[in-house]
């Protein structure tokens, strides 16, 4: 039996915004079903305190704009560069992380 994967608040926040400038943080909980339901060995965490400490821990990279979580301005240099995959990705196996960015893309299209 496969090992299961939890995708912490900061690695899914971090996912999403290196794709776009925020998210509503209503839209966490369809997306966690999105990527449960494509990647049935992954447990999503998107409940409120692991946001919060997620905002809290990595305040360079991410904050509060009404009810979105956003991109902090200057941001990019650690979503868009190695520091994205050394700090985030490297501890997720690379087919779990493709199909994270499949429902990332799914749900930003609907939005």
């Given at each position: 039996m496969p090992k299961l994967v939890t995708l912490n608040?900061?690695?899914?926040?971090?996912?999403?915004?290196?794709?776009?400038?925020s998210f509503p943080?209503?839209?966490?909980?369809?997306?966690?079903?999105?990527?449960?339901?494509?990647c049935p060995i992954a447990v999503v965490d998107v409940s409120s305190p692991s946001?919060?400490?997620a905002v809290g821990y990595y305040p360079e990279i991410f904050e509060?704009?009404?009810?979105?979580?956003?991109?902090?301005?200057?941001?990019?240099?650690y979503l868009e560069s190695r520091y994205?995959?050394?700090?985030?990705t490297?501890?997720?196996?690379e087919d779990v992380t493709q199909l994270v960015r499949q429902a990332i893309n799914r749900s930003l299209a609907a939005i």
């Amino acid at each position: 039996m496969p090992k299961l994967v939890t995708l912490n608040a900061d690695y899914l926040l971090a996912m999403i915004l290196a794709e776009r400038q925020s998210f509503p943080f209503v839209a966490l909980g369809k997306l966690q079903q999105e990527i449960e339901s494509l990647c049935p060995i992954a447990v999503v965490d998107v409940s409120s305190p692991s946001i919060r400490r997620a905002v809290g821990y990595y305040p360079e990279i991410f904050e509060w704009r009404g009810s979105d979580i956003a991109r902090r301005r200057g941001a990019e240099r650690y979503l868009e560069s190695r520091y994205l995959k050394d700090e985030f990705t490297s501890s997720v196996p690379e087919d779990v992380t493709q199909l994270v960015r499949q429902a990332i893309n799914r749900s930003l299209a609907a939005i």
